[in-house]
């Protein structure tokens, strides 16, 4: 079956960077993409970005795309959203999710959430 | 950027009542390839967002046929024939019709239990 496990929760200082990733498996990783969402707490869902895992292609959320760089590792079928410079609006629950390799919004399996909390 | 608005934004509904959602996006949602990516999600209180419906009306996998999705263009909306307890949550429609991908949802509508 479809699993996708994200990494622990994180805290970090007002202007570091954090990494979160997630482990895909029960799939073919390098045949999907992977679409990244927050949700600040008490708020609504907020698209991030978009990976494709077979070639790499990559879009960002124009209010964080300086900021973001998604990756992912085929050999492990692990998929990475770092974040730089963080501020305390980027407190929120990522999740990762499965899509298309093409982009087209095909999420239909979802990880558990990471919580980054900003603080100093 | 496409706006996607939904409403009600709360949506109080008496078990075994019929519930509806409306989604409308400040611009059509067909693809060039023809098909209209739209979709509807389910939060449930501490649970990641799960796919209901998928290109407007298809139900995905597992999900009870109490819910349907419908609509074209610039239009949806999400049917619930009977709200059961289960249903609490917050809904949410997602719209992916553009290259390269740049998804939008809508702000939420939160069905509780009157």
């Known amino acids: 079956q479809v699993q996708l496990v994200q990494s622990g929760g994180e805290v970090k200082k007002p202007g570091a960077s954090v990494k979160v990733s997630c482990k895909a498996s029960?799939?073919?990783?390098?045949?999907?993409?992977i679409t990244w969402v927050r949700q600040a707490p008490g708020q609504g869902l907020e698209w991030m970005g978009w990976?494709?895992?077979?070639?790499?292609?990559?879009n960002y959320a124009r209010k964080i795309q300086d900021r973001a760089t998604m990756t992912t590792d085929t050999s492990t079928s692990t998929g990475y959203m770092e974040l730089r410079s963080l501020r305390y609006d980027d407190t929120a629950v990522y999740y990762c999710?499965?899509?298309?390799?093409?982009?087209?919004?095909?999420?239909?399996?979802w990880g558990q959430g990471t919580l980054v909390t900003v603080s100093s | 950027d496409v706006v996607m608005t939904q409403s009600p934004l709360s949506l109080p509904v008496t078990l075994g009542q019929p519930a509806s959602i409306s989604c409308r996006s400040s611009?059509?949602?067909?693809?060039?390839?023809?098909?209209?990516?739209l979709n509807w999600f389910q939060q449930r209180p501490g649970q990641s967002p799960r796919r209901l419906i998928y290109?407007?009306?298809n139900r995905e996998s597992g999900v009870p046929d109490r819910f349907s999705g419908s609509g074209s263009g610039t239009d949806f909306t999400l049917k619930i024939s009977r709200v059961e307890a289960e249903d609490v949550g917050v809904y949410y429609c997602?719209?992916?019709?553009?290259?390269?991908?740049?998804?939008?949802f809508g702000q939420g509508t939160k069905l509780e239990i009157k």
């Open positions: 999710a499965r899509d298309s390799p093409a982009g087209t919004s095909d999420l239909g399996y």
């Open positions: 029960g799939y073919t990783f390098s045949h999907y993409g």
């Open positions: 990976i494709s895992a077979y070639n790499g292609n990559t």
């Open positions: 611009q059509s949602l067909v693809y060039s390839d023809g098909n209209t990516y």
């Open positions: 290109k407007v009306s």
């Open positions: 997602m719209e992916g019709t553009h290259w390269p991908p740049r998804y939008t």
